[in-house]
């Protein structure tokens, strides 16, 4: 591993102790980069509903893991604020300074920036997605568990008015033909224009090998995460 | 105040509530009572969503339920006479977002709460609101986002709002994840966890 010019300091964190705590869809994509003597633990994927949940088990696994690493790497963005507050103890903390994971699958902030400008109204999907369930089918279905198919399309027609495209990002993943036929049976059933877009595993590689530049925040052992270090140019 | 209706409401039976309306103005309610009971409801299911009882599905109801109660009672207000509005205020998603379920039902609270509401819907640009905000005389603008990457777009309406000299209107941002530090960033002058808030705010401007 190679430190960025002028981030010496880092050099010695590249070749610490590191450990992973990731969302169950981005650890799919870790998994490929990890060095063996990397453990890694996955949390499950519904947290994102709720922020403050999901900063709560966030910071019940730093306490758990802080003492026993140099630095704690998270799988996650911003995830609507829920790291926002975290600290450990001992470790460093490594963060992607997104805004969520779509960012990660894309490789970067400016590709779902970027994305993001093309289309507003995108519903975005991946195989991680797909396989726990948060898609319009899955949604669609509770609902009509809950008020009938009637009365669930009219809820799903409203919740996906402002939708324009499906987005499936291509990860690279094995047996993505399976992932992207649902993701295309998915957009037909909503009306919503197919795309595909190529992911990169262009961020999750600098997570787990450096280098850590402006693309991360490294908070230091004792600091809290704040919003600011993921808006501040570095 | 009518319990069965607000039960009704937060039950999310649609029909119901729509009759239960109906039956309560026949019987001579006020519709302001109606709009009373309305609040209340959105009040406990504003609650639940933010406790993690409810879910998205509950919130579109209660606004589809909302809407189909207010087309009762409008058209009943307005034979009582021209009531007076608050104020005006021009309301919108802001730009590179797209979600609209809670600020449509912030939208619709405002309005029976005697606001004048222009909502501009989603996606809007700095521009469209600087543009309307002039057309309108409104002096309050109220920016909606949910997305973590609507803060820049909230901040970027801010200051368009100010560099075209609209230093008198005032800004309130609800969506989301928003706090004290969201709103200090984006150069606001309040923010809102829920619609009720997004009224009082409002009613402290008018």
New interface residues.
């Given amino acids: 591993m190679t430190a960025p010019a002028g981030f010496d300091r880092w050099t010695l964190l590249y070749t610490a102790k590191r450990r992973v705590v990731a969302c169950a869809t981005v650890i799919e994509e870790m998994l490929g980069w990890l060095p063996a003597d990397v453990e890694h633990e996955v949390l499950d994927f519904g947290l994102h509903?709720?922020?403050e949940?999901l900063r709560e088990a966030l910071q019940a696994r730093i306490d758990d893991q802080s003492d026993g690493a140099d630095v704690l790497l998270l799988g996650y963005g911003?995830c609507?604020?829920a790291v926002v507050g975290l600290q450990a103890r001992k470790a460093h903390l490594v963060i992607p300074r997104t805004?969520?994971c779509i960012a990660i699958f894309l490789g970067s902030c400016a590709a779902y920036?970027e994305q993001?400008?093309k289309e507003?109204?995108t519903y975005y999907l991946t195989k991680g997605w797909i396989e726990v369930g948060d898609t319009p089918f899955e949604e669609h279905k509770?609902?009509v568990e809950?008020?009938g198919e009637a009365?669930a399309r009219?809820?799903t027609q409203?919740?996906l008015k402002?939708?324009r495209r499906l987005a499936f990002i291509n990860t690279g993943q094995y047996e993505i033909e399976r992932f992207r036929e649902y993701a295309q049976k998915t957009a037909e059933s909503f009306d919503l224009r197919f795309e595909e877009i190529e992911g990169s595993p262009a961020l999750v590689q600098k997570m787990v090998n450096g280098p850590w530049d402006d693309e991360f925040l490294v908070v230091e052992p004792g600091q809290m995460v704040?919003?600011?270090d993921f808006?501040t140019p570095r | 105040m009518s319990q069965e209706l607000i039960d009704a409401i937060t039950d999310m039976r649609e029909e119901d509530a729509v009759a239960i309306t109906k039956k309560l103005l026949d019987g001579g309610a006020s519709p302001v009572a109606v709009l009373d009971a309305c609040r209340e409801a959105m009040g406990i299911i504003g609650m639940r969503f933010e406790t993690g009882e409810s879910f998205m599905p509950e919130l579109i109801l209660a606004g589809e339920i909302l809407a189909q109660i207010s087309a009762v009672v409008k058209p009943r207000m307005q034979q009582g006479g021209e009531d007076k509005k608050l104020g005006k205020i021009v309301l919108g998603t802001v730009q590179g977002d797209i979600h609209d379920i809670a600020k449509d039902i912030v939208g619709f609270m405002l309005d029976i709460n005697g606001f004048e509401v222009t909502d501009l819907g989603v996606d809007v640009a700095p521009e469209k609101f600087v543009e309307t905000v002039k057309s309108t005389g409104a002096k309050i603008v109220g920016l909606s986002g949910f997305l973590t990457l609507a803060f820049d777009p909230m901040k970027h309406t801010v200051e368009a709002l100010k560099a075209a000299g609209l230093t008198d209107v005032k800004v309130m941002i609800g969506g989301g994840q928003i706090d004290e530090n969201i709103r200090q960033y984006t150069g606001a002058d309040a923010y809102g966890k829920d619609a009720m808030a997004a009224v009082a705010i409002a009613k402290s401007w008018a």
């Fill in positions: 509903l709720r922020p949940k911003l609507s604020m805004d969520d920036k993001s400008k507003p109204g509770k609902m809950k008020y009365k009219r809820l409203i919740l402002n939708y704040t919003y600011t808006i």
